[in-house]
């Protein structure tokens, strides 16, 4: 029973993207991609904005 919550949870916050590192679905946050595997985060790029 537990489980089954935990799988929604899980599938709520999973973005479709895949960890570079594992190969595993990671987690999608406000403004990053976390694999919650090997702990690789990846930061979203906001729109317009630019590094030059
Ligand atoms: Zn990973």
Do not use: I, V
């Not at 799988?7 to 973005?15: E, L, R």
């Amino acid at each position: 029973m537990a489980n089954d919550k935990e799988n929604k949870k899980f599938k709520a916050y999973s973005s479709g993207k895949m960890c570079p590192k594992c190969n595993s679905k990671m987690a999608s946050h406000k403004d990053r991609y976390a694999c919650g595997k090997c702990g690789y985060t990846e930061f979203k790029h906001k729109e317009g904005e630019k590094k030059e």
